[in-house]
């Protein structure tokens, strides 16, 4: 009787302990499921909402123009931003797109003591913006700002509504501008503040600091007093544009902030209204020199922390994402930073707020470009740029090489001229054959730093031109080097005409261009620096190996040599083998354009704030029979 009731027992307690475990594993599925069933809820919840979008940026997505009428003409922008941000925003008649039009306060009465530190000379602010816009005035420190709907009015009885008149006609223009797009409205500031945040800080700090070139910060920045006041003309600004974007948000809304001109806006708007979803892009790299923490630690540790209060941040590459977090470990030692592999993103918390970082290579649209490709016109025009630059009978084996940026030092334009000089230096069989056609678009000449740069780079250009000349070819110039711009279809004609793009700039964000000369020309070859982003996502997508290059590597601007030989080996490829690696380069970027940026980027479910489906793994063990059972 006592054995019969010892096993008795042992029956029971293996039947509780059975029994126990089913009661956990039907919890643990139910968890499970209960989870797996919101975010598929919350799936379809963001596919179903229409969420509008407020694009927030220094720059503008229009240029405005004014008559000699003394009527106002506005026209699509352009630009790297607006060529990227312009298709997301155009879907929605609804969205919103907050910018500085140039229609700032200059209101000296009213100016508070101390607001700004006097400007030294040797920093040459732009008038407000490149618009060339009027300011809006008034007595008093507030800002009128709406549409005369009125067109049968009084004529102005003096000057000051003449003025009047002349401002609300812009205004008027704006107007027209919204019922037909997207909604554009103005962010105004005080003149005297934007000037400092956009010549000084802006361009003068931060441009040359998140390039790594620390050389061209302006040297008024180690005065430690205009240092503080300038940055806090750069906050006053950046705050500016928060209080826009929050006064124009609704709570579903998605507020994009673009750029190193705006870097504090998350934060103050987190600290306006702590529900608001706010995102970053950061179009050009983040690779800031130590000196940023220690000598201008007013603004780096600023910028690092102001980017933690964004709900999440694109970067452009690997590269500036892991550089972000190393100095947010290096300096911030309580950060928690979790990584998820499977959706390549950080989680980053710190004082209480988290942030996710994702990497993004931003891209072009496609279409814009391709448009152009078979036109007849665009044929003739490619056939007469080719003429032109490779001269009436040019040698079969002779290489036309082609490249166009901006006048900036960012872009390598110096480096590249030394290594073609030493390319002729080094390789004299090419002389006569091959032509470089460098387009150099003039900006920011009242920066003494780009003066002074752009006008060695044309004493060189000159230079150039001057020594190398060819007997058999007497006609022939190395180098034709053109500081104006070309229109989209003669830049795609010039595209179409090139034998070998060449894009090595020193530090660039991505660099678009390299995408648009191998989607209008696939059978063209690229020499690409591993300073543009383009080349770092080339890499990670496997199109640059030991086994196989699809373009020529420069790992280094400054060794003139190594740099020559690459020209040396694009000029002496074969066209098949060149047309093969082009072909190549050509598929991915057409796979990879701007529409498959803007929706990676504005999919709501990569934040850290997103249900994911879990891996739930337990183990049901009996003495009969052991098994783990694993839920999705």
């Known amino acids: 009787m006592r054995r019969f009731l010892v096993y008795g027992n042992r029956y029971w307690e293996s039947m509780r302990n059975s029994l126990e475990n089913v009661i956990i594993i039907f919890r643990n599925v139910w968890q499970s499921a209960v989870r797996m069933l919101l975010y598929a809820v919350f799936q379809v919840k963001a596919m179903l909402k229409i969420q509008r979008v407020i694009n927030v940026s220094n720059a503008p997505p229009v240029s405005l123009k004014r008559e000699k009428t003394g009527d106002w003409e506005i026209k699509q922008g352009s630009g790297g931003l607006v060529a990227c941000v312009d298709p997301v925003m155009s879907k929605d008649h609804e969205n919103l797109w907050l910018a500085n039009l140039g229609m700032n306060i200059n209101d000296k009465k009213n100016k508070r003591p101390g607001s700004v530190a006097s400007i030294p000379e040797s920093l040459s602010f732009p008038s407000t913006n490149t618009l060339g816009l009027p300011l809006i005035k008034q007595t ?25 008149r002349e401002e609300m006609s812009l205004l008027g223009v704006l107007n027209n501008y919204n019922r037909g797009n997207y909604k554009l409205n103005p962010v105004v500031v005080q003149e005297e503040d934007y000037n400092v945040y956009y010549g000084g800080i802006s361009n003068g700090l931060l441009w040359p600091a998140l390039h790594n070139l620390p050389e061209y910060i302006v040297s008024e920045y180690n005065d430690e007093k205009i240092l503080r006041s300038h940055w806090c003309a750069y906050v006053r600004v950046n705050y500016q544009f928060a209080i826009d974007a929050v006064r124009n948000s609704r709570p579903q809304d998605f507020i994009w902030i673009h750029d190193y001109h705006l870097m504090l806006v998350g934060m103050i708007m987190q600290s306006l209204d702590q529900h608001l979803e706010v995102g970053f892009f ?3 790299p983040f690779q800031p020199p130590g000196e940023f923490f220690s ?30 977090i190393e100095l947010v470990q290096h300096y911030f030692g309580t950060a928690k930073i979790v990584y ?3 959706m390549d993103i950080y989680s980053v918390t710190n004082e209480g707020w988290t942030c996710s970082l994702g990497v993004f290579p931003v891209s072009i649209k496609n279409d814009d470009f391709l448009k152009f490709v078979d036109l007849p016109e665009t044929i003739k025009l490619k056939n007469e740029i080719r003429k032109r630059v490779m001269g009436e009978n040019p040698p079969q084996d002779g290489r036309f090489f082609f490249s166009v940026e901006r006048f900036d030092y960012t872009k390598g334009i110096m480096e590249k001229l030394q290594a073609y000089k030493r390319y002729f230096e080094k390789h004299p069989d090419r002389i006569g054959k091959d ?9 920011r000449r009242s ?27 007497p006609t022939w110039k190395p180098l034709i080097f053109q500081t104006d711009g070309l229109q989209r279809s003669e830049l795609v004609a010039a595209y179409l005409a090139m034998d070998i793009g060449v894009v090595t700039p020193k530090k660039d964000g991505m660099n678009l261009v390299a995408k648009e000369m191998l989607v209008c020309n696939p059978k063209a070859g690229l020499v690409l620096s591993t300073g543009a982003g383009s080349e770092i996502q080339f890499t990670t997508a496997g199109l640059y190996t030991e086994k196989e290059k699809n373009y020529h590597r420069i790992a280094n601007v400054f060794d003139a040599d190594a740099y020559c030989d690459a020209f040396y080996a694009a ?23 701007i529409e498959r940026w803007s929706s990676a980027f504005l999919d709501p479910s990569w934040t850290h704030e997103v249900i994911r489906p879990t891996q739930v793994i337990f183990n049901y063990i009996s003495r009969s029979s052991p098994a783990t059972i694993e839920l999705l």
């Open 571 to 593: 000029a002496l490829e074969p066209e098949d083998m060149r047309a093969e690696h082009g072909k190549r380069l050509h598929e991915f970027i057409m796979a990879n354009d």
């Open 282 to 284: 950061l179009h050009i």
């Open 447 to 473: 920066v003494d730093t780009y003066r002074v740069y752009q006008d060695e780079c044309i004493e060189l250009a000159d230079k150039i031109n001057e020594t190398f000349k060819s007997t058999e070819n």
């Open 295 to 324: 000598k201008y630690s007013t603004v780096g540790f600023a910028v690092l922390r102001g980017l933690l209060r964004f709900t999440k941040v694109g970067f452009q590459t690997h590269r500036d994402r892991t550089k972000y």
């Open 435 to 443: 032509v470089l056609y460098q387009i150099a678009v003039t900006n």
């Open 140 to 164: 008093i420190a507030e800002v009128f700002f709406h549409v005369l709907a009125d067109d049968d009015m009084d004529a102005p009885k003096n000057e000051k509504q003449k003025k009047a």
């Open 340 to 342: 998820d592999s499977k």
